[in-house]
Every structure is written in structure tokens, then in C-alpha cells.
């Protein structure tokens, strides 16, 4: 039975977690993007993905790491948002988003794969609103805003 008094740490990416978290990268996409060729994905992906970007990580009471969020700060843009499968449902995501800087004041940006519509629904229910439309090697996804449309 999970705790509903689950707690989570927040804290920035350290070089140590590198290689954990690009085992989480690659195992979530293999399990999620089940309409993608897993062998399109590869534990190199990590450090190409992310680069440039700030990374922070989610922790249990117990200091596994749960997960983590990439983002490009120039442009307040979510590029990653992965919790591993056991730790999914639990409000691993929510501490993560709620631990990002200037949360919720700052308006982030960020595309979701309309396929995945577990993280379509999470996104909606967290106050993320489409903006857009696109397409990636992926598949198409939607251009959410948090808050929906910036008023002119």
C-alpha cells in the first residue's frame, strides 16, 4: 500500500546522477513510446538531449531517485519531465514540476506526444493548456502552456 504522506526531495542534478538518469531516460521512453522502435533509443541519447540544459531530480524519503526534469531555461520550456514506472501516480511529477524555479509564476512551455495520454491528462489536470500543434520523429504532439494562452 503506497503512503499518502509520501514526501519528496527536489534538488538539482549532480554529476553523479548522470548515468542513473540516463538509464531512467532510456527505460521510460522503451516502456512509454511503445509505437516507436525501442532500438531508436539509446543510453547516449541522455547526455545529447540534455545538453545545455538544467536538470533536477526527485527523490524518495529513502534517496531513490524517482525521476527528473530537464529544462531550457532561455525559453522557460519543459523539455523532460521522466518518473520510472513504479513511482508514476504517486505525485513524483507534481513535486518535480512544483520544485522548478518560480513555480507556478513563471509561464513554462513544453510539447507533449498526444499518444502518451497518461502525461496528456497529467499535464491538463496540472493547469497546462494546448496552445499548438507539431510534429516529431516521435509523432505528433501538442504545444502546452501552463495557464493556457498569454493574454495581448
Known amino acids: 500500500m503506497i503512503s499518502k504522506s509520501e514526501t519528496w526531495a527536489i534538488r538539482p542534478a549532480r554529476e553523479q546522477d548522470m548515468h542513473d538518469l540516463a538509464e531512467i531516460y532510456l527505460r521510460v521512453r522503451r516502456e512509454t513510446f511503445l509505437w516507436v522502435d525501442p532500438g531508436r533509443f539509446g543510453l547516449e541519447d541522455f547526455a545529447a538531449h540534455t545538453n545545455g540544459e538544467r536538470l533536477f531530480v526527485c527523490e524518495d524519503e529513502h534517496g531513490k531517485i524517482a525521476g527528473f526534469a530537464a529544462i531550457w ?11 520510472l514506472p513504479a513511482f508514476q501516480g504517486r505525485g513524483a511529477g507534481k513535486a518535480l514540476l512544483s520544485g522548478l524555479p518560480d513555480w507556478p509564476a513563471r509561464r513554462y512551455r513544453l510539447k507533449c506526444l498526444i499518444k502518451n495520454t497518461r502525461a496528456m491528462a497529467f499535464y491538463r489536470a496540472i493547469g497546462f493548456e494546448t496552445i499548438g500543434d507539431g510534429t516529431s520523429p516521435e509523432g505528433d504532439y501538442k504545444e502546452m502552456l501552463l495557464g493556457g494562452r498569454p493574454s495581448r
Open 73 to 83: 531555461e532561455p525559453d522557460d520550456f519543459i523539455h523532460m519531465l521522466y518518473i
